[in-house]
C-alpha cells in the first residue's frame, strides 16, 4: 500500500499539469487566433474603384503572388477571405479573369498595415476597364450599385475607411467636365455610406496634362480628399502601368490616405463644407 501512495500523487501532479496546460493554451488561442483563422475584431475596409489601372493590368512578381498577411478580400458569395492578387478577380463588373493582375491594392494594404500593426485590412476591388465616369454616376447603374451593394455587406464586419479612385483614361478627351463629375462621385458615396468625412484618394493616370490638372485640384474643392501623382511612373502601353510602377502607385495611395486619416484624427470635426451637399440626382 505505501508503494501505492508516491505513484498516486505522481498521477495527480501528471493530472494538474496537464489542466494547467490546456488552460494556458486556451487563454493563448484567445488572444491570438489560430493560423489560417480570420480575425475581423479591428477590420478597417476600403473600397477600391475605377478602371483598367485600378484593376490592375500589371504582371504579379513572384512576391506578391503570396497571401497577404491581415488582409482580408470580399469574394463573390460576399465573404472575406484571405486576400493574394488579383485583387479585382471578384468585381461584380469586371473583365474576365486573364485580365485581372497587379494592382495598387497590394502595395497600398501591405504600406497601411506596416503603419498600423493593430488592425486588420478588408479590401472590396470592384473595377473595370474601359469604365467612363459618367458610368459610375448613373450611365451604367450597376458599376456604383454593385460597389455600393457589397460595400453595405462588407461592413456588416469592419468600418470603412477609405475609397481609392483610379479613373480617366477614358474621359482624356473630355477634361472640362471631369472635376464636376468627380465631386459628385465622391457626395454620392458619402451620402450613402452616411460620413461627410470619408477620406477619397484619386490618383492621376498616364501622361494626359488635361485630366491631371483637373484630379490636382481636387483637394482644393472637396475637404478630405488626395491626389496621388503619376509623375516618373511608366507604362507597358498607352495607359497601363508597369509592375514596378503599380508597387509604386499603391504606396502614394497610402501615403495620402494616412495623412487623410491622421490629420482627421488630429482636428476638431468642423461643419461638413457646402460640397458635400452636391449630389448627382441620376444615381439618387
Not at 142 to 159: D, H, P, S, V
Not at 183 to 193: E, G, M
Not at 273 to 284: N, Q, S
Request: one cysteine or more; aromatic letters at 6%.
Amino acid at each position: 500500500m505505501k508503494a501505492c501512495v508516491p505513484r498516486s500523487i505522481a498521477y495527480v501532479h501528471r493530472v494538474c499539469l496537464a489542466l494547467c496546460l490546456v488552460v494556458a493554451t486556451g487563454s493563448n488561442a484567445c488572444e491570438q487566433p489560430p493560423a489560417g483563422q480570420k480575425d475581423l475584431s479591428n477590420l478597417h475596409v476600403y473600397l477600391l474603384i475605377g478602371q483598367s489601372n485600378m484593376a490592375g493590368r500589371a504582371a504579379i512578381p513572384d512576391h506578391a503572388g503570396e497571401v497577404i498577411d491581415r488582409c482580408y478580400l470580399l469574394n463573390d458569395k460576399n465573404e472575406w477571405e484571405p486576400a493574394r492578387n488579383p485583387l479585382n478577380r471578384y468585381s461584380s463588373i469586371g473583365k474576365g479573369g486573364d485580365m485581372q493582375k497587379l494592382g495598387p491594392g497590394y502595395s497600398f494594404a501591405t504600406k497601411m498595415l506596416e503603419q498600423n500593426k493593430d488592425i486588420s485590412i478588408g479590401l472590396i476591388v470592384n473595377a473595370r476597364g474601359g469604365s467612363k465616369i459618367g458610368q459610375w454616376l448613373g450611365g451604367k447603374p450597376e458599376f456604383y450599385w454593385g460597389a455600393r451593394k457589397r460595400t453595405k455587406i462588407a461592413l456588416q464586419n469592419g468600418t470603412l475607411k477609405g475609397v481609392l479612385w483610379h479613373q480617366g483614361e477614358s474621359n482624356s478627351d473630355t477634361p472640362d467636365t471631369y472635376l464636376g463629375n468627380l465631386k459628385s462621385l465622391i457626395a454620392n458615396l458619402r451620402t450613402d455610406f452616411g460620413d461627410t468625412d470619408l477620406p477619397f484618394v484619386a490618383g492621376q493616370i498616364h501622361d494626359s496634362p488635361a485630366i491631371n490638372a483637373q484630379i490636382a485640384k481636387l483637394p482644393d474643392v472637396a475637404h478630405a480628399t488626395a491626389c496621388v501623382s503619376s509623375e516618373g511612373l511608366t507604362t507597358t502601353d498607352r495607359w497601363h502601368f508597369d509592375t514596378k510602377s503599380q508597387l509604386l502607385l499603391g504606396e502614394r495611395y497610402a501615403e495620402q490616405m494616412i495623412q487623410l486619416q491622421s490629420a482627421q484624427a488630429g482636428a476638431d470635426a468642423p461643419e461638413p463644407p457646402a460640397d458635400i451637399r452636391f449630389i448627382d440626382t441620376h444615381v439618387h
